[in-house]
Nanobody, 123 residues
Framework: QVQLVESGGGSAQAGGALRLSCAASGRTFSNYAMGWFRQAPGKEREFVATINWSGANTYYANSVKGRFTISRDNAKNMVYLQMNSLKPEDTAIYYC????????????????WGQGTQVTVSS
């Protein structure tokens, strides 16, 4: 089992920034590829970003490319999502995800989920 706990969500103005954190516990964190997904009201959950075991490889959804950065610290069992130049359409619940396979971009493949953290961006 892997337990994931997100933090860092909140409110921001358009153009602002937020940093999400995901703390992992349980099985060996460095064995897992990690991802971030989000779900806006009335919409399906969608892929945001993913990072491989070492942190050397990352992929992003086109909607966030150039604005968001995913990173990880295996010594601290943490994964982060730095979100810059926020837009109102980034408003969603953001979920941390762990999977043994990389990339983590299909939600039905994900092994473990966090509980989610709300991000609200106002114009």
């Amino acid at each position: 089992q892997v337990q994931l706990v997100e933090s860092g969500g909140g409110s921001a103005q358009a153009g602002g920034a937020l940093r999400l954190s995901c703390a992992a516990s349980g099985r060996t964190f460095s064995n897992y590829a990690m991802g971030w997904f989000r779900q806006a009201p009335g919409k399906e959950r969608e892929f945001v970003a993913t990072i491989n075991w070492s942190g050397a490889n990352t992929y992003y959804a086109n909607s966030v490319k150039g604005r968001f950065t995913i990173s990880r610290d295996n010594a601290k069992n943490m994964v982060y999502l730095q979100m810059n130049s926020l837009k109102p359409e980034d408003t969603a619940i953001y979920y941390c995800a762990a999977d043994l396979r990389f990339p983590v971009y299909r939600d039905y493949d994900v092994d473990y989920w966090g509980q989610g953290t709300q991000v609200t961006v106002s114009s």
